[in-house]
């Protein structure tokens, strides 16, 4: 059964960080590349980054560049979302899902419960 759990969110003021973590399990972690994606509320849900199963070749939405640092520990199966100075408009609910580099898209239906960011004064 192929689980994600994130964590690691949680309430910030603008210009500060946070690292998400997910765990995984039921699939060949290194098989995959790794996706975060958020949710705003009253918004899709919306690609954010993906780091590759290979050479660790990483891309990001333009709007995070510079700020967000994917990475992955392989031995762990677990994903991680470095976010540093955070904007209010990073508020959302953050998901993790595998895939492949090329096609973004996520790999299994299932999901977790995600984890909340919000970027507040």
């Known amino acids: 059964q192929v689980q994600f759990v994130e964590s690691g969110g949680g309430l910030v003021q603008p210009g500060g960080s946070l690292r998400l973590s997910c765990e995984t399990s039921?699939?060949?972690?290194?098989?995959?590349?790794m996706i975060w994606y958020r949710q705003a509320p009253g918004k899709e849900r919306e690609f954010v980054t993906i780091?590759?199963?290979?050479?660790?070749?990483?891309d990001y939405i333009d709007s995070v560049k510079g700020r967000f640092i994917a990475s992955r520990d392989n031995v762990k199966n677990t994903a991680f979302l470095q976010m540093n100075n955070l904007k209010p408009e990073d508020t959302a609910v953050y998901y993790c899902?595998?895939?492949?580099?090329?096609?973004?898209?996520?790999?299994?239906?299932?999901w977790g419960q995600g984890t909340a960011v919000t970027v507040s004064s």
């Open positions: 899902n595998a895939g492949s580099w090329v096609k973004r898209i996520p790999e299994f239906d299932s």
């Open positions: 780091i590759s199963n290979g050479i660790n070749v990483d």
């Open positions: 039921g699939f060949v972690f290194t098989g995959y590349s």
